[in-house]
Nanobody
Framework: QVQLQESGGGLVQAGGSLKLSCVAS????????MGWFRQAPGQQRELVAG?????????ADSAKGRFTISRDVAKDTVTVHLQMNNLKVEDTAVYYC??????????WGQGTQVTVAS
């Protein structure tokens, strides 16, 4: 089992920045991908940024040039960060951390609210 603990959400003015962090603990050896998804009210959950194998990144078009995903690896934990700059009102959503590996390893964090005010 893998546990994910998110932090860093909050309220920010448009144009501002936030940094989300997600600490993965437990059976971290099974993880080969980590990423951030978001879900706005009435919308489907969507990928924001992903990190595959610790090196390959992919971003939603809406995130390119503004968001950066990165990770830190420690002995017993892996932390993935999402630096979000030049935030827009449309970035408002609940952001979820995800960690995945071979079936059946698929884990989600509890979500953290990001609200961007105009």
């Amino acid at each position: 089992q893998v546990q994910l603990q998110e932090s860093g959400g909050g309220l920010v003015q448009a144009g501002g920045s936030l940094k989300l962090s997600c600490v993965a603990s437990g059976s971290i050896a099974v993880i080969n991908t980590m990423g951030w998804f978001r879900q706005a009210p009435g919308q489907q959950r969507e990928l924001v940024a992903g990190l595959i194998g610790g090196r390959t990144t992919n971003y939603a078009d809406s995130a390119k040039g503004r968001f950066t995903i990165s990770r830190d690896v420690a002995k017993d934990t892996v932390t993935v960060h999402l630096q979000m700059n030049n935030l827009k009102v449309e970035d408002t959503a609940v952001y979820y951390c995800h960690a995945g590996g071979e079936i059946p390893h698929d884990y989600w964090g509890q979500g953290t609210q990001v609200t961007v005010a105009s």
